[in-house]
């Protein structure tokens, strides 16, 4: 910060003639010149309003320059204004005894403008440094006896330089009881001893792991009384010397709490550690801080080894992320439990379930686990689940097995109507025929008509011996492919029922594998029948799509709907064969989208791999 | 047209061929020729024994019916197919007709269909027995409805549209009433009528327009 005061200078003479003449040279030199014509007015004016430097002539009646610059450099107030003495004497004597009284510059007479302008300047130069000294230290003072630390300053003999209050405050001493003494007085034994060593080695080695790292020491009271104390250490050097500082905290509260906050763990953790179950205790960082004793036989760690671990690190590598982010809810949440694997120092993994429940210590957060071995019931359900899908397998494939055996009777019994027993009726119906018409008229009405009933009873059961065949095995699929099948009873059907029912082929039709169209065929079936049974429906509509790379069958009816979700509370009746239309589906390889909703009618959407 | 109508079967059904030989044979200018129950066969026969007409089954071993129909159009083109068969399916039909058969009749109606079928292909026309037909149209023509029906049908039909129950009808047919509702079942069947009810009300209608027609 540039300062624009001008620089004020008081000028001392007794001759106004040459008071003049040093006061035009101070204006021409950029100062604020000040006079004062005797030795008391200059002392009255420097103490009223300090300048920053003074111009002092020797030679003056009553008290001379000698005595006034006594006067000035007594005075705390106007010690620090540096003195120039103007003499007209250029000896040695003059100038030792000014320097005596206090002067810090000379300028002889006659005084060149010049070179007084120059020492001026660095006259008025060297006061702001002084200035700026007094304040910094003023400053430094003030902290010092403010800060709550205890700062100590020693030179490199241990000797103490500097104390301030809070030195007083912690170890009892006065500054000035501390200052000169050697600083192991506020040091308990073995400390002292061990102090002194640490100092030397650092003076001969430099090992800097003591400088501006803070440690719990300590220290001695001045009445005996250990002190818990942190310490951290600066070094300066200046002259060639080397100054240590000690900054020294009273610990002793904080100690207290973390003591009693440690006993308030161990109770609880003591209450647990006889337990079978496994307990961890971990801080709010994860850091294991005390176990019960089943987990050290459990996990194959000491104590010890406990202690240098994290929680999640007990989890295995691969789960460990996810185990993460469960302790991230836990805080949140304060208790949770949850499913892990953890891994023993050997490696061994095994399934556990995890109880952790934060504990509050003092304020403090801490977490309290306990852990469930269950890797034996989680081995016996992986072993379950296995038997379950071998056995559902075994299941889908005798299902399998099952439908294919079906059909094939299906075929074999339909097959077998159709070219048996329905030409036996024709047969039969035929010599019936011939049979009547060469009877003889006398024979009378009453055989007649009987032969007639016969027939309309022949007529009748071949009706229905093709009913029978159409629902065991469609005469058209084989024939003419699923399309037509399709077409062909949904017209049948809509002479029965009165449900109009349009089939449409998306895309076209191309045959599909047989096997898969009799499947599709029979989903058709099953699904046309429970409309009729349940939906109240007027129309059906079916879309065929076997253009796909998978067979889509979707059959949607107007009907009342029903909800889907209680299509489980009501075991459904098997319609056309052992399995329903999802099963039969999913054993395809595909499987069955039902929507439906009460009065939004019903949709059933087969997909299968074709 | 010299001499009888000479007839090829073939069927691997033997009873019902039988059965057919026995009907034809009261036809007094026709003769079976030949008969065989292979499809093969049928098209070698036929190149031998020289038919006017086949009766064609459909299920055929050895190569069905319509590929042998096929065959022997490509074959012998002046020999008439007549499809008997098993099978009630428009699909089945239609094939067969494109395949150069010029009759499809259903085999339990063959008693009475085949011989008009007979009947119309020696005169060169087209028949398709009843059934079929209606199959082919999707329901059948209002005017062969009753025709469809037989004599004891007709009489189920107007009683049951005079108002009578089953029990009356079989009363006054002297039969029983579970032989009635295998009548009913059949008309049912035949008129394409959804239920018994549907039934009813055509019996009631054909009724009040049979004494409308008298008045």
């Known amino acids: 910060m540039k300062d624009v005061r001008p620089t004020r200078v008081l000028v001392i003479d007794d001759d106004a003639r040459g008071r003049r003449l040093l006061v035009a040279m101070v204006e021409a030199a950029g100062h604020l010149a000040l006079e004062a014509g005797d030795g008391a007015q200059a002392l009255e004016m420097a103490r009223q309003n300090p300048p920053d430097a003074i111009l002092l002539d020797i030679l003056m009646p009553g008290a001379d320059g000698y005595a006034v610059a006594r006067a000035l450099k007594e005075d705390p107030l106007t010690r620090p204004i540096p003195i120039m003495m103007v003499t007209a004497l250029s000896d040695r004597e003059s100038r030792l005894r000014g320097l005596e009284a206090g002067a810090e510059e000379f300028v002889s007479k006659p005084v060149d403008r010049l070179e007084l302008g120059a020492r001026l300047r660095n006259l008025v130069k060297l006061k702001r440094y002084g200035d700026e000294l007094l304040r910094r230290t003023e400053e430094t003072n003030v902290l010092l006896s403010h800060l709550p630390d205890a700062v100590i300053e020693i030179d490199s003999c241990s000797m103490v330089r500097k104390a301030n209050a809070a030195a007083q405050r912690i170890f009892g001493y006065t500054p000035e009881e501390l200052v000169g003494c050697d600083v192991n007085r506020l040091m308990p034994e073995p400390v002292r001893s061990e102090h002194l060593s640490h100092v030397g080695r650092y003076l001969r080695s430099g090992d800097s792991n003591i400088i501006g790292v803070s440690r719990e020491v300590t220290g001695l009271h001045k009445d005996g009384r250990l002190l818990s104390l942190e310490l951290r250490i600066a070094e300066y050097r200046a002259h060639g010397e080397r100054y240590f500082i000690g900054i020294l905290r009273d610990i002793a509260e904080r100690k207290r709490i973390e003591h009693e906050r440690d006993s308030g763990l161990r109770r609880i953790v003591s209450l647990m550690r006889h337990a079978g179950d496994w307990i961890f205790i971990f801080d709010a960082d994860d850091r294991i801080i005390d176990v019960s004793d089943s987990c050290q036989a459990a996990y194959g760690y000491t104590r010890q080894e406990f202690f240098g671990l994290r929680f999640p690190e007990l989890c295995t590598p691969a789960s460990r992320a996810a185990c993460k982010s469960t302790f991230d809810r836990l805080r949140v949440a304060r208790s949770l439990s949850y499913q892990a694997t953890h891994c023993r120092k050997d490696g061994v993994e095994f399934a556990v379930h995890v109880g952790a429940t934060m504990i509050e210590v003092d304020e403090a957060r801490y977490f309290q686990a306990i852990v469930h071995d269950i890797s034996e019931s989680e081995r016996h359900r992986l072993a379950m689940e296995r038997q379950l899908a071998i056995a559902s397998n075994r299941l889908g494939e005798l299902s399998r097995h099952l439908v294919e055996a079906q059909e094939d009777a299906r075929r074999r019994l339909s097959g077998e109507l159709h070219d048996r027993t329905s030409p036996n009726l024709a047969a039969i119906q035929v010599n019936l025929g011939i049979l009547t018409a060469a009877l003889p008229s006398s024979i009378g009405d009453d055989l007649v008509t009987r032969m007639e009933d016969i027939r309309a009873l022949i007529e009748d059961t071949d009706t229905s011996i093709r009913e029978v065949c159409a629902d065991l095995r469609s005469p058209v699929l084989d024939y003419a492919g699923l399309r037509e099948a399709m077409v062909r009873y949904a017209e049948v059907y809509s002479k029965r029922s009165g449900v109009v029912v349009t089939v449409d082929c998306v895309n076209g039709y191309q045959r599909v594998k047989p096997a898969l169209e009799s499947l599709l065929f029979r989903i058709f079936q099953e699904a046309l029948t429970n409309t009729l049974k349940h939906a109240k429906a007027s129309a059906v509509a079916v879309a065929l799509d076997t253009r796909a790379s998978s067979v889509a069958l979707t059959i949607s009816d107007d009907g009342v709907g029903f909800d889907p979700d209680r299509v489980g509370a009501v075991p459904s009746k098997p319609g056309m064969g052992l399995l329903n239309m999802g099963e039969m589906a999913e054993l395809a390889g595909g499987r069955m989208v039902l929507s439906s909703g009460p009065g939004r009618g019903t949709r059933i959407e087969v997909r299968i791999q074709a | ?215």
Do not use: W
Request: aromatic share 2%.
């Open chain 2, 1 to 215: 047209m010299t001499g009888p109508l000479r007839i090829l079967l073939a069927d691997d059904h033997l009873m019902f061929r039988e059965a057919l030989r026995a009907l034809l044979a009261s036809l007094p200018d026709v003769v079976v020729v030949a008969e065989s129950g292979n499809g093969l066969e049928v098209v070698e026969l036929a190149k031998t024994a020289l038919p006017d007409i086949v009766c064609m089954d459909l299920g055929l071993p050895g190569m069905n019916g319509i590929d042998a129909t096929r065959c022997l159009a490509a074959a012998c083109p002046e020999v008439k197919v007549i499809a008997v068969s098993a099978f009630e399916e428009k699909h089945h039909v239609l094939d067969m007709l494109d395949a150069g058969a010029l009759a499809y009749v259903t085999k339990i109606d063959a008693g009475t269909e085949l011989l008009r079928a007979v009947e119309a292909v020696r005169c060169n026309l087209r028949y398709l027995s009843p059934r079929v037909q209606a199959l082919l149209e999707g329901g059948p023509s209002e005017s062969s409805n009753t025709a469809r029906l037989g004599a004891r049908e007709r009489r189920v039909l107007q009683l049951t549209g005079e108002g009578k129950a089953p029990a009356q009808v079989a009363e006054l047919l002297q039969t029983t009433q579970s032989t009635v509702d295998v009548y009913l079942r059949n008309i049912m069947r035949k008129l394409e009528l959804p239920s018994i009810a549907a039934l009813t009300r055509y019996a009631v209608d054909a009724a009040s327009a049979a004494q409308r027609t008298e008045l």
